[in-house]
């Protein structure tokens, strides 16, 4: 860990950031430390809020998340905001088919004629 003077930093400001790459740098005044230097470290304990949307957007078309938790995770207020952001990701909205369309109908159909007998 290198040490310099308030002085030094000021005659040699450019001189102190290239030394900054080598290590931490102690800066003292009337000899006594006032400052600490230290290179930017990257913050890699942080996920880009774009990421974690993506990502619960896709589990809620994937089928893994209910609807009311991927807008809680998104801090969605409605279902359009979800929508956007699917198409901004390019996260494909899948469809249901004829077949499961026509399953849903007659389903639906018993139930209600079970519904109107009862």
């Given at each position: 860990?290198?040490t ?8 040699n ?10 290590g ?20 890699t ?14 589990d ?11 807008m809680?995770?998104?801090?969605y ?25 026509a ?16």
């Open positions: 860990m290198n310099i003077t308030d002085i030094q930093i000021k005659q400001f450019e001189q102190v950031l290239i030394d900054l790459k080598e931490d740098i102690v800066i003292t005044k009337n000899g006594n430390p006032v400052a600490f230097l230290s290179k930017t470290r990257p913050d304990s942080r996920t880009p809020v774009k990421d974690i949307k993506r990502h619960a957007i896709k809620y078309f994937d089928g893994k998340l209910m609807r009311y938790e991927a809680r995770i998104c801090d207020s409605w279902y359009g905001e979800l929508l956007e952001d699917a198409g901004r990701f390019g996260i494909v909205i899948p469809m249901i088919s004829e077949e499961q369309n399953i849903m109908e007659s389903n639906i159909a018993k139930l209600l004629a079970e519904h109107n007998n009862a």
